[in-house]
DNA sequence: CTGAAAGCGCTTACAG
DNA sequence: CTGAAAGCGCTTACAG
């Protein structure tokens, strides 16, 4: 590899690797001659410093982390496309970890090669939490909440639009609404379903468990739990709740399959209105995910934390119902 | 900060720092009771070791960095996936690197962070690659076609895919084929206009400059440039090969707009066949880019590079035409 | 089996 | 304005 360093700067250019540093990075004491003559000699030798080495010291790297291990999913490149134009805003790089070996993941995020850190579906436990608090990391989550000192968050209000889709189904006079349940544990799902619950006591509407349809936020999966449903029990649903819009989708192709309209014979909503609705027929009514403001919020949240300008805190971002197509009053 | 560093693990379990490492690196000399010694001492104290100081020993860093500044775009995400599975597979993590400064791609793809390099739609110049080259970093490219000692890449063959794709459309009878072009000096681009211009001439077609459309690889500005071309001369053309997907879905678009049938009036014909066109009308015609194909393959070449197995090659993929509802004989 | 020492490539007080 | 030296956190010959 016999790589060029500094050292090899210092003797093409007669002086000490000292004085090559301050040169190379602008420190302004370096007499303007010998400043050229450096930048010279680097040229010449294509020299491009180690960052190891540069790091080393501790300076700052101007990069944020981003930490995920799924790719998969619409969210993911409008997500790390608005982080990166927002970090790069901010003078930042972004730097996207994907691994699913967590020793990996906490080594970098320890590690010091990035000044902050966004996670995002990533397997950060609690104690690896713990672990980021220690050392003082700065975080900002967007999948989960929580705040303390160093860390902070930006979730999207799912409770809230659990209960808006559910509510905007009551009162298109829906009182049997099935709902399309993503992954348990999952923040996300578990919210939503909240939500769900608190619109149909709004409404005096029991809950019924076998209204209950694991579609595991996939298109695919949805689509056969949904088959599976209508089939047994065509009539117990007049509406759907579903996860997410990828599980909107795939209980509305389900139904299609089984000759059913929709909104005629059923009503869905969905949650996020991502970018491939715009394809999609019968267009969907959803809950829009202002995922792009949460990457945003996110760079924001994180850089302030850096800047040591604020302590981490929660913050939420509320949905907005975009009533389209796909849900109608019941006849 | 106040890091908690090796020499603190050395303190604590009464060792020293050398004796740390060691036990940590399973480096197989130290005595079982030591290195257990070691260990508990470095949990109660929950030590990380620092990246950058080991990595600026040289060691590799089992990371593949894949860098790239355009992350929109349908390709975007499918090609991280395949990329980030792969490396997984065999053992490596991925390292996206977004960022418009040359700057800070340069440095850190020669600053000896990542084991190998994937570029992707970069801004890596000529004389960037000779600085890659003579710092001998492993690297290959997916959307040029080069090679040399460390350097590979993996290329869809993109004139072929022009030449299928328009040669379907001639076959179909179409002698007045319009071009909607990506940009000008983009492999892709050039290629696929390349094999538009062959299957012309195999098909005894003079070329008329008036039938090239600026479509950008965008939706929007194909749409736009479509709308303006068709009001101009509606007349011309009776067929379109779009530059990809994305070009033939605002091309047809801008047919509907302007109450033409797509294919009853126009044929199109677009490039990739990206996921989304499972939700779009009519079924498009086109040409099968294996993306996650090349992920794959660029992942695996790159490590055979790293592991001395092989010399850089330029790897060609063929593409696939997939003949559905949006071509059309022409009556 | 263990440890003192050198060194990876850099930066930064400090002295001159 | 310049340079010798210490040090960032680690690994690895080498000696013991």
Known sequence: ??????????????????????????????????K????????????VPNL??????????????????????????????????????????????????KKVVLNSILGNIVDGVIGFEDMITAS??????????????????????????VVFDSAEAGYQATKHLTQLGHRNIAYIAGFNDV???EERFKGYLRALQEAKISFDAKLIIRG???????????????KSNPKSATAFVAGNDLSAIGAIKAMRTLNYDVPKDYSVVGFDDIDLLE??????????????????????????????????????????L??????????
């Not at 608005?82 to 996207?96: F, L, P, T, W």
């Not at 936020?217 to 949904?226: C, G, I, Q, R």
């Not at 792009?292 to 509320?318: P, R």
């Not at 975009?322 to 006849?331: A, D, G, N, Y």
């Open 1 to 34: 590899m016999n790589k060029i360093t500094i050292r090899d700067v210092a003797k093409e250019a007669g002086v000490s690797i000292a004085t090559v540093s301050k040169a190379l990075n602008g420190v302004d004491v370096v007499k303007p001659k010998t």
């Open 36 to 47: 050229e003559k450096v930048l010279l000699a680097a040229d010449r030798l294509h020299y």
């Open 52 to 101: 190891m080495g540069k790091q080393l010291k501790g300076k700052t790297t101007l990069m944020l982390g981003f930490y995920t291990n799924s790719i998969t999913g619409p969210y993911f490149s409008t997500l790390v496309d608005a982080i990166a134009k927002e970090s790069e805003a901010y003078g930042y790089g972004v730097n996207v970890f994907i691994s699913t070996d």
């Open 128 to 153: 690896d939490l713990e672990a980021i608090k220690r050392e003082k990391i700065r975080a900002v989550f967007i999948d989960r909440n929580i705040s303390s000192e160093s860390i902070g968050s």
């Open 187 to 189: 923040y996300d799902n």
């Open 216 to 230: 595991y936020f996939e298109e695919e999966a949805s689509f056969k739990a949904t088959v599976e449903f209508l």
């Open 279 to 320: 394809y999609f027929t019968p267009p969907l009514t959803t809950v829009q995910n202002p995922i792009v403001l949460q990457g945003k919020t996110a760079v924001h949240h994180l850089i302030s934390l850096i800047n040591g300008e604020s302590v981490g805190q929660s913050i939420e971002l509320k949905g907005n």
């Open 322 to 331: 975009i009533v389209r197509q796909s849900t109608h009053k019941l006849e």
